[in-house]
Nanobody, 124 residues
């Protein structure tokens, strides 16, 4: 079992920045791929980015590439999402997730563990 707890969401003006955190507990993450997704009401869950814990390889959605950065702190078992140049379209709930097989990292159904989500609101 892996427990994931997100934090860091909030209200920010367009063009501003936020850093989301996802604290993991329960099992060692060395064999996991960790992902960030977001989901607006009435829409499908959307891939934002992912990182493989063992070697730090990163993946990003085109919509956030160059603005968002995923990183990890192995000592703290914490995943981060640095979000810069935020736009109103980035307003939604953000979730972190974990999976073990390292495949289909862009698909939410490839992830087994999920956090509860944190709301990000960007005001224009």
């Amino acid at each position: 079992q892996v427990q994931l707890v997100e934090s860091g969401g909030g209200l920010v003006q367009a063009g501003g920045s936020l850093r989301l955190s996802c604290a993991a507990s329960g099992r060692t993450l060395s064999s996991y791929t960790m992902g960030w997704f977001r989901q607006a009401p009435g829409k499908e869950r959307e891939f934002v980015g992912a990182i493989t814990w063992i070697n730090g390889r990163t993946y990003y959605a085109d919509s956030v590439k160059g603005r968002f950065t995923i990183s990890k702190d192995k000592a703290k078992d914490t995943l981060y999402l640095q979000m810069n140049s935020l736009q109103s379209e980035d307003t939604t709930v953000y979730y972190c997730a974990a999976q073990m097989n390292g495949r289909n990292v862009y698909r939410p159904d490839a992830y087994f563990y999920w956090g509860q989500g944190t709301q990000v609101t960007v005001s224009s």
